[in-house]
């Protein structure tokens, strides 16, 4: 069964940068589309960005041209290298496993499984 681990969150300072790992064991990324997500303080969780196993990638207006999604299929990992990252960038981020290739673009908790246990992302002074 596939499990997923995040990694690479931290506290930063308005401007700066985040690089987050989401690593998964039990079974290999290679054929799935894996999402990102963030999560703010009583607030409901939100779709960033999405790369579908052949690498094409999708990212919500908020997050587009700031944030970038990659994956390594040798170290069975998906990365989000985040860049000038502001107060509203705080929260958890979680990784996930969409459930079909074709809904990676809409980037809709609802359509994903396998939720890593996030990291969290602090943006402060």
């Known amino acids: 069964q596939l499990h997923l681990v995040e990694s690479g969150g931290g506290s930063v300072q308005p401007g700066g940068s985040l690089r987050l790992s989401c690593e998964g064991s039990?079974?290999?990324?290679?054929?799935?589309?894996i999402g990102w997500f963030s999560q703010a303080p009583g607030q409901e969780r939100e779709g960033l960005s999405c790369?579908?196993?052949?690498?094409?990638?999708y990212y919500t207006g908020p997050v587009r041209g700031r944030f970038s999604i990659s994956r390594d299929n040798a170290k069975n990992a998906v990365y989000l290298q985040m860049n000038s990252l502001t107060y509203a960038d705080t929260g958890v981020y979680y990784c996930?496993?969409?459930?079909?290739?074709?809904?990676?673009?809409?980037?809709?908790?609802?359509?994903?499984?396998?939720w890593g246990q996030g990291t969290p992302v602090i943006v402060s002074p």
């Open positions: 039990g079974s290999s990324l290679d054929g799935y589309a």
């Open positions: 790369i579908k196993s052949g690498g094409w990638a």
């Open positions: 996930a496993v969409a459930r079909s290739q074709e809904r990676c673009p809409w980037i809709l908790p609802s359509d994903f499984d396998s």
